[in-house]
């Protein structure tokens, strides 16, 4: 008989006694136990009225078992009934039963432990004998049936869904599903993973067909000239293909999808069937007009540049430059990039700056180059080099930035540095620099000289000690109103205290120096030695007031005209003889004459 599509030989016995076997029944035993072992199968027979199995020896060796009563004795049921996998036994045992009471044939899987610890699965496979002759009933009797060894069979079943599970897993995490076409028919097969990467609902795990128009209808409008085109040319040189085409999803999304496929062919050579992959490269296009677009981006920023750029090959001939850099040259793109070097003028500094960075010992180098244009004027260029790989070959990625100007500019401040220190150390006049909070800046050396200490002694001494204790409350008022922006500057007298502790009379000019926006920096201080000036005036002052003295203890009327006739001053004695005082005769001045030596008025 047949049962799931397999063949199988089943043998009915009944019991005899040693006598009735004939000679020709051992030679019939034995051909038969030579076909079912070399099947790897073995004969059961279990009456419904007992609780025994009558086994073949076979059986016994598929199962690894010895029978403790003999090969030919029938078995307890429970016996074998054991050994069955504890998960398998009771869907066994509702097999038989329902094969019973429908005396229909039997059919079960199901695992078997052996002696050394190890499962086994077998098949188990029966048909149902009538217990006619034997019960008289009419009623099902028996289970005559085989057994035999699957273990390869499920193995190779479980590596198989392994590796389909393996497959599924692969095509999901890369965002590939296949499909399948053969050419004399109108539908596709899409596997479930084509569904959910086109953004579909999943037909399950088997995938579903669609007909050729339904899967075009798919494609993107303006994709499905070129998927038709494809497949035909393709069907026609019975060759390979791969092609990228956008695909609507159900939500309305453009997918990007890259359709991969081969045509198989029979043995004519004719077409037969298509069979594909299509992969999600949805994401992949995105990067890659990210990187168009980062490459534009780039472009138009280097083009739009008020810096130059160059990119120098190793050999020092130029891959690329921008307009920048061809105007700090003085020439056009064109003529750099298309003229020979040994006719370009401008190629000289180019030229110099490969020269500059074959010295480099590393991949970066900052480095100032000064060279000429191509109309001779003088140019200083401080370029920022970084070697790089640009498709596969070595350049020298360039920006160059013109600091003619700053560098005249540098040569200018740093003459007047120059000249500012040459009049600070060598000023006849003491010269400090204070920061807000008072400490010292620097001081010249003609100051130490006026306050009697060296210089570094001096910068050690804190600037408000420096001043005698009487003249610090005025001096800081004045400083805070220089400070406060009332006085551009100004200009007192005060007393400096020595190293021995004597004072010395200075004027100071005080100034403070603003950063662009206006806020205060640092003070700046002239400093004069007036001691001498003040000694004389103190004289001045002492010979008035001893003439005063003298002229006013005079007898004789003294007055003091200046050229004009005008009174300035007059003893007493000339007051007495007049008898007017100064005032009286500064009002009534008009009644006097002043003679001159010879009498005229």
Known sequence: LRL?????????????????????????????????????????????DEQHLRVSPELWAILGRTPSAGPDMPVPLKTLAGAVHADDLQPLMEAARRAFARHEPFAAECRHLRPDGSHQWVAVLGVVQDGVGRTGSGRPGSLLGTLQDITARKQAEAA???????????????????????????????????????????????????????????????????QRDVIANALASKGDFVVELRYLSPDGRVRWVSDQGRVETDPLGQAQRVVGTKRDITEHRRIQQQLRDDALRRRVMIEQSHDGVVLLNVDGSIDDVNPALAAMLGCDVDALLHTPASSRDAAAALQALHTRLGTASTGSALLELSTRRQDGEALDLEVSASRVELQGRSVWFCVCRNTTERSRMERALRESEARFRATFENSAVGIA????????????????????????????????????????AADAALTRRVLAGELSSATAEKRYLRPDGSALWVARTVSVVRDAQGTPQYFVSIIEDVSERRRIQEQLHASERQYRSMVDTLSEGVIVCDADGRFLRCNPAAERLLGLTLAQMRRDEAFFEVMSDDGQP
């Not at 030989?9 to 038969?32: F, H, I, K, N, T």
């Not at 920061?435 to 001494?461: K, Q, V």
Request: aromatic fraction near 6%; charged fraction near 25%.
């Open 4 to 48: 799931h599509g397999r063949a199988l030989l089943l043998c009915s016995a009944r019991p005899m006694r040693a006598d009735d076997a004939g000679p020709l029944q051992r030679p019939r035993e034995r051909r038969l136990g030579r076909a079912l072992a070399a099947v790897g199968m073995g004969v059961w027979e279990w009456h419904v």
């Open 160 to 226: 198989l869904r392994a590796s389909e599970q393996r497959l599924a897993m692969a095509l999901a995490g890369s965002r590939m599903g296949v499909w399948e076409w053969n050419v004399h028919e109108t539908q596709l097969h899409f596997s479930a993973e084509v569904f959910d990467l086109l953004g579909m609902p999943s037909p399950g795990s088997g995938g579903k067909d669609l007909s050729v128009d339904q899967a075009l209808q798919l494609v993107h409008p303006e994709d499905r000239a070129l």
């Open 433 to 472: 620099e204070t920061g807000l909070d008072g400490r010292w800046i620097s001081a010249n050396p003609r100051l130490g000289e006026i306050t009697g200490y060296d210089r570094d002694a001096l910068l050690r001494i804190p600037y408000e000690q420096l001043t005698h204790p009487d003249d610090r």
